[in-house]
T-cell receptor, first 114, second 110 residues
Framework: DTEVTQTPKHLVMGMTNKKSLKCEQH?????MYWYKQKAKKPPELMFV???????INESVPSRFSPECPNSSLLNLHLHALQPEDSALYLC?????????????FGPGTRLTVT | GQQLNQSPQSMFIQEGEDVSMNCTSS?????WLWYKQDPGEGPVLLIA?????ELTSNGRLTAQFGITRKDSFLNISASIPSDVGIYFC??????????FGKGTRLSVIA
């Protein structure tokens, strides 16, 4: 089973709202990732969690706040977003972080900020 | 930072034709991955390559890890309408995050 699940599938939020994106994997992977993807562009790395600890933050604005409650779950808390933050948000996982290993992606959350 | 040059940017082909796309890098990579992404969905891993010169198949798909470790190609044989989508190459170089190419958009004309 190489399934990564993400909820919700779609999210529309105002600039003053607080919302959260959720990601789950049951493959025993110890690395989990958040990516942002704009239309017709490749995924852009935001955060990496390695063994439930934040190991990489690619200079992401503080209005995005990641959380890894346990080895299977990854959340992305959103607050005071801007319209330009509208994008497809992808979660991925891999057995080990960074090394020559395969990343498996979830279906994504399509976020629209109004 | 590291960059992958993926070509072509887009392709329009007839159903049944073979397809070839490639990625090149100015630096050596340890791993090459090929993903396919359908509209509104996440990328799906097609093939992973770990050794220079390695040639791996997955059904009608074949990918190779270049012997210089700076390039990789993906071939699709006898294309069908469901092959439509965006294909991304990605690679690891040392202990660094995955680097993605800009994608090849494939359109199949029935």
């Amino acid at each position: 089973d190489t399934e990564v699940t993400q909820t919700p599938k779609h999210l529309v939020m105002g600039m003053t709202n607080k919302k959260s994106l959720k990601c789950e994997q049951h493959m025993g992977h110890r690395a989990m990732y958040w990516y942002k993807q704009k239309a017709k562009k490749p995924p852009e790395l935001m955060f990496v969690y390695s063994y439930e600890k934040l190991s990489i933050n690619e200079s992401v604005p503080s209005r995005f706040s990641p959380e890894c409650p346990n080895s299977s779950l990854l959340n992305l808390h959103l607050h005071a977003l801007q319209p330009e933050d509208s994008a497809l948000y992808l979660c991925a996982s891999s057995q080990v972080p960074h090394e020559s290993d395969e990343q498996y992606f979830g279906p994504g959350t399509r976020l629209t900020v109004t | 930072g590291q960059q992958l040059n993926q070509s072509p940017q887009s392709m329009f082909i007839q159903e049944g034709e073979d397809v070839s796309m490639n990625c090149t890098s100015s630096s050596i990579f340890n791993t090459w991955l090929w993903y396919k992404q359908d509209p509104g969905e996440g990328p799906v891993l097609l093939i992973a390559l770990y050794k220079a010169g390695e040639l791996t198949s997955n059904g009608r798909l074949t990918a190779q890890f270049g012997i210089t470790r700076k390039d990789s190609f993906l071939n699709i044989s006898a294309s069908i309408p469901s092959d439509v989508g965006i294909y991304f190459c990605a690679g690891h170089s040392g202990n660094t995050p995955l680097v993605f190419g800009k994608g090849t958009r494939l359109s199949v004309i029935a």
